[in-house]
């Protein structure tokens, strides 16, 4: 134990590891969905850190498996009465132990974060020990990389095409095998179970690689030739297991819809969030309790609305309209209600079939208008590009009054969701 | 003329010209393919403006010396040396990245090349004078990496991601010059290496 902290001392790794701790860190609060405090993406946070700290794990494992070669000290490593490999195992595991130092520090800092404000969930113990696995996968590859090619430019190489790979690999989402790189960023839905399969896959897949990896550089440096070949063999067939369980997934990061009961609040309408989004219920209730004195006496009034992803296929359930909300950043609210409207077709969406043809006519500003009411008070400036004849418009649809606009909308609702509103359906009215 | 020829050499300036050649030349088979953080993203950083990382580790390496503990202790004073190596490598580096990065279209071309070119270079020289010779590309990769993934150039904020800020962002080039200014200014005096490491 002695001489693994003393090696603890000679090696980089304790300039890298408050350097692993930053970059692992920065992405990680950056993925944090904003207002929420969900395990779910707290988890999902901390596991894609690993495209800023992984390549710099690889980077800095390269550096210290290059210093027998750049020391020219290979001959204490081979005429030692130690075995061959314990230096190079010695080495590996100090970098490998600052990389997971640093990992979990992140996590327990996030983790604890979340724990303070969360209503719903608990850590995803799973996900998280597979991305620690995917940032063991950039230790290995890089040390085992500094050991076979011995060369000053061999770490930064090693951090770049890590980098590199990970950046590029982001933009390949849609790719069967996209999930095989231990660097992704998952936007994941609090309403879908995680595919624990994929999950088994990919602890698989990297769990083969790294050891294959080792096997490749044991064969190299070791005098157990023999063993290594069938180390090699096993972990190459663990590794292909492991990527057709996970191309076998087809990107499916979440599964089936998960069970759970709605926070409710309100009566006309009922609204409902899930319950780790229960903090932003009340502002929620009071916004489409107006929004409903709005809507009265037309086919959109609700009496329960369930907060709901944007994956069109989750349905609310009967009865039920449905809204979608993702945080709970500032804007949230008119978010929510935006969310709504659009798919009650009140607002621009109505217009979408009509194409280039409805920018023509004007009735997408009608019906921006109609929108900008039901989301505020409806004192909302005049829009900068809209025309003197536009802004005519809209003051006059203020100065109607709000009991005057609920019984426009009620008049005209079939037309504003067909999108048929025209210029003489705001001159008609009496102010 | 015997001392050019074996400081040349000794410092394999010839090799650092040659990678930073072939560095520009990837340079102009990348072209305008750009970097997009996600795919909603709606703005991308050319990957030009992060090759000048590669051209700027390979001209620090090259200023390391082979024997460290000589050279402190050498009649003859480095300083000069140096500053003539660091333009002979440096110079063709800024060369090929401006006329690169003059290439493309949009907000980001040649200012941006350049002032990337010697922000990375800089902070790449800092590094081996604070950090260590050999560990030259921790800061600048480190630095570049989170720029690329997490900066954002409509930013108004202080210029932390200058590396992939607009041609028009004026604190962005201050902080690269300021940078470059720095890591020239202190690497004159050597890289810093570890005792008794001579080779």
Avoid at chain 1, 154 to 159: E, F, G, H, L
Avoid at chain 1, 271 to 285: E, F, I, M, R
Avoid at chain 2, 133 to 157: E, H, K, N, Y
Wanted: hydrophobic share 50%; aromatic share 8%; glycine share 10%.
């Amino acid at each position: 134990m002695r001489v693994w902290w003393l090696e603890l001392r000679r090696s980089p790794a304790l300039l890298g590891g408050p350097l692993l701790v930053l970059l692992h860190g920065a992405i990680t609060v950056h993925q944090l969905s904003p207002g929420t405090s969900i395990y779910l993406n707290s988890s999902s946070a901390v596991v894609s850190g690993d495209l800023l700290s992984g390549p710099l794990a690889a980077g800095l494992a390269a550096w210290v498996a290059t210093r027998e070669g750049r020391r020219h000290t290979a001959y204490l490593r081979v005429t030692s009465a130690r075995g061959e490999l314990a230096q190079p195992a010695l080495e590996l595991s100090v970098v490998l132990a600052v990389a997971t130092v640093s990992y979990l520090v992140v996590a327990a800092v996030v983790l604890g974060r979340t724990a303070a404000g969360a209503t719903w969930g608990q850590p995803h113990w799973a996900w998280l020990a597979v991305g620690w696995m995917a940032l063991t996968l950039f230790v290995v590859a890089g040390y085992v990389a500094g050991r076979l090619v011995p060369r000053a430019w061999t770490p930064p190489a090693m951090m770049l095409c890590a980098y590199l790979a990970g950046a590029w690999n982001l933009a390949q989402y849609r790719r069967p095998w996209y999930l095989l790189s231990g660097a992704t960023v998952e936007v994941v839905s609090v309403f879908r179970r995680l595919n624990g399969e994929l999950l088994a896959g990919q602890a698989l897949w990297y769990a083969g690689v790294a050891g294959a990896l080792l096997a490749v550089a044991a064969i190299m440096l070791g005098p157990r030739r023999r063993l290594g070949v069938t180390a090699l063999a096993g972990c190459t067939a663990l590794a292909v297991a492991g990527a057709a369980i996970v191309i076998g997934q087809h990107n499916r990061v979440q599964t089936s819809p998960v069970s759970f009961r709605y926070a409710c609040a309100g009566t006309a309408p009922v609204v409902c969030v899930h319950p780790a989004y229960a903090k932003g219920l009340q502002p929620l209730t009071a916004a489409f309790a107006d929004l409903d004195r709005k809507l009265a006496g037309t086919p959109a009034g609700a009496t329960r609305i369930e907060q709901l992803d944007s994956d069109a296929r989750l349905r609310p359930s009967a009865g039920a309209q449905r809204f979608a909300l993702d945080n709970l950043a500032p804007g949230y609210v008119q978010a929510a209600i935006g969310d709504f409207l659009d798919s009650a077709g009140i607002g621009p969406t109505a217009c979408i079939d009509l194409g280039e043809q409805g920018v023509r006519s004007g009735a997408v500003i009608y019906a921006y208008m109609v929108r900008a009411w039901l989301m505020d008070s409806g004192t909302s400036q005049p829009v900068a590009v809209w025309t003197t004849q536009q802004r005519a418009m809209w003051n006059w649809f203020v100065r109607l009054g709000e009991e005057g606009r609920r019984a426009w909308l009620r008049d005209r609702f079939p037309r504003v969701v067909a999108c048929q509103i025209t210029a003489a359906d705001f001159r008609t009215a009496a102010p | 003329m015997n001392g050019l020829r074996l400081y040349l050499r000794s410092r394999h300036v010839i090799i650092a010209v040659v990678v930073v050649a072939v560095i520009n030349l990837a340079g102009w088979i990348i072209g305008r393919a750009e970097f997009r953080p996600n795919e909603d993203s709606v703005w991308g950083v050319p990957w030009l403006l992060f090759l000048p990382v590669a051209s700027a580790v390979a001209v620090a390496l090259s200023l390391r010396s082979p024997s460290d503990t000589l050279d402190r202790v050498a009649a003859r004073p480095l300083a000069a040396w140096r500053g003539v190596h660091l333009l002979v490598v440096v110079i063709p580096s800024i060369v090929g990245t401006v006329l690169l990065s003059s290439l493309l279209s949009g907000p980001y071309g040649a200012v941006a090349g350049l002032r990337n070119v010697v922000g990375f270079t800089g902070l790449t020289l800092l590094s081996a004078v604070v950090i260590e010779g050999r560990l030259c590309w921790l800061a600048p990769l480190g630095w570049g990496i989170v720029a690329m993934t997490l900066g954002d150039p409509r930013s108004g904020m202080v210029p932390w991601d200058w590396p992939v800020r607009y041609d028009d962002d004026f604190g962005a080039f201050v902080v690269a010059l300021v940078f470059a200014v720095a890591g020239m200014a202190a690497v004159l005096l050597g890289t810093r290496e570890p005792r008794h490491e001579d080779q």
